[in-house]
């Protein structure tokens, strides 16, 4: 056998197994265009996952690039206390004007744990100087917010979280949402958000205690892309009023239109009291979030010196004016091109892609809203068993989807599509293509064809 050698040996990969780096090494990619990113080896990748849900209008858009150069040409930084850069200025305006009107404040960050973050010391900040005793969280089984300390004490994902729960676990949890491996074993007929009856259990019994519910709106993108229906929020959001405890809707995966409304609470028809955004912001051009806040929330923090009044929090690259110059462009083409409501048609055909890969037995399920979508590999359709995990059946398909020229990373045993927003109509039936023929070969392979 001829020696295995590490191909990165300076380099540690995120949730990745070295022994994968080995076997399997990471495709050095040198440059990008639209849906396409390209090895330099000069062999194109269709990007079907938008490089980890963060790449809204396609990878070097003229008109991002053109917004960052020309930021680029002025000022690189300036720290934000004390200073404001026109760009992140320019940036809280326009998100003013894009965000739910009751959502008036923002304050910026660098990633989406940050911003979830910040929303948590908000909430529990706001309580203290209301005088309330509210110092916990409540927050969705099968929940991911981030891979921060904070962030992963609301976060439910053992495979992710469990180590580290051990330490530090504050959050309560919910029943996980998820309408294919329903909780409490519904249909979508005869739902009646009955999973967040566990959340009424909670606050009925601790609800005074509850600072915030934490929850991603509509997808559980981590746990798989997870979908389930608007009346679940609803029932969040009622629950919520009832007992005095405020939201803080996680946006950083579905906002900027990925679930066919600008922000996924607005299924719901509702606002939260927080809300954390990141990923598409820039059009996944560079690091920035940003935590939004109805205006009663800043009143609290009205202070005056030496009082508690205060928001003792801030990094160092804060209000960065190249990101916000690339947020400013990215939100500029959504305003402009009206979307998400001008991508119906592209939703469309995106819905009937995802749903075409039904007739593969080993799909159980195929899910999708707005320009998410997600099939979920069974062993076995009637029990919904997953296969072996032994036989790493979506990582052997991403694998081959490589080989293909299509890049389809998983989550579990969930394949998922988040394509740029600019893909077209030809990239859409090759990027289902593609995807069709590395998920037959290994399924083929694995005696699952
Ligand atoms: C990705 C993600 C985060 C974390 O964002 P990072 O930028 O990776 O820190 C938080 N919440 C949700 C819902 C996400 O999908």
Redesign the pocket.
């Known amino acids: 056998m001829p020696e295995r050698r590490d191909p990165f040996p300076h380099l540690w990969f995120p949730f990745t197994y070295y022994e994968d780096v080995v076997d399997t090494p990471p495709v050095v990619i040198e440059r990008g265009e639209g849906v396409w990113l390209y090895g330099a080896d000069g062999k194109p990748y269709l990007d079907a996952v938008g490089s980890?849900?963060v790449s809204l209008l396609g990878h070097k858009h003229p008109e991002i690039d053109a917004a960052v150069a020309e930021q680029l040409g002025r000022l690189e930084h300036a720290m934000m206390a004390g200073f404001i850069t026109p760009a992140a200025q320019e940036l809280a305006e326009r998100m003013g004007r894009v965000l739910p009107d009751e959502l008036t404040r923002v304050f910026y960050s660098d990633?989406?744990?940050?911003?979830?973050e910040v929303a948590m010391k908000i909430a529990l900040q706001y309580w203290y100087l209301e005088g309330e005793a509210r110092t916990e969280f409540v927050a969705f089984g099968g929940a991911?917010?981030?891979?921060?300390l904070g962030?992963m004490a609301v976060g439910g994902i053992p495979a992710y979280h469990g180590i580290f729960h051990e330490t530090f676990e504050r959050a309560r949890f919910t029943d996980p949402p998820s309408c294919y491996r329903c909780p409490v074993g519904r249909e979508p007929e005869t739902c009646g958000a009955e999973c967040m009856d566990s959340l009424e259990a909670i606050l009925r019994e601790d609800g005074d205690r509850v600072a915030a519910v934490v929850f991603?709106p509509m997808v559980q993108?981590?746990a798989g892309m997870r979908t389930y229906p608007a009346k679940v929020l609803d029932r969040v959001f009622e629950l919520c009023e009832a007992h005095g405890v405020l939201t803080i809707a996680?946006e950083?995966?579905?906002g900027w239109g990925r679930t066919g409304r600008m922000f996924a609470t607005e299924h719901a028809g509702r606002v939260p009291d927080l809300m954390?955004v990141?990923?598409g912001l820039t059009g996944g051009y560079l690091?920035l979030?940003a935590t939004a806040v109805k205006e009663p929330i800043f009143d609290a923090f009205r202070g005056t010196p030496g009082s508690d009044r205060i928001f003792r929090h801030g990094h160092t690259f804060t209000g960065n004016p190249l990101a916000a110059a690339a947020a400013n462009a990215t939100l500029d083409i959504l305003e402009r091109e009206d979307i998400p409501r001008s991508l119906a048609d592209e939703q469309a055909a995106f819905t009937r892609g995802i749903q075409s890969f039904r007739d593969i037995e080993a799909v159980g399920d195929a899910r999708h809203i707005g320009m998410v979508g997600a099939l979920e590999l069974v062993a076995d359709r009637e029990t919904k068993a997953p296969f072996d995990a032994d036989l790493r059946v979506t990582w052997r398909i991403f694998q081959r989807g490589l080989e293909h020229g299509v890049i389809l990373r998983p989550l579990g045993d969930v394949l998922y599509f988040i394509p740029a927003y600019v893909i077209s109509e030809d990239e859409m039936d090759e990027m289902f293509a593609r995807a069709r023929r590395a998920i037959t070969e290994v399924l083929d392979e694995v005696g699952a064809g």
């Open positions: 980890w849900w990633n989406g744990s940050t911003a979830v991911y917010h981030g891979d921060t962030a991603e993108g981590a996680d950083v995966a579905m954390a990141a990923k690091p979030a």
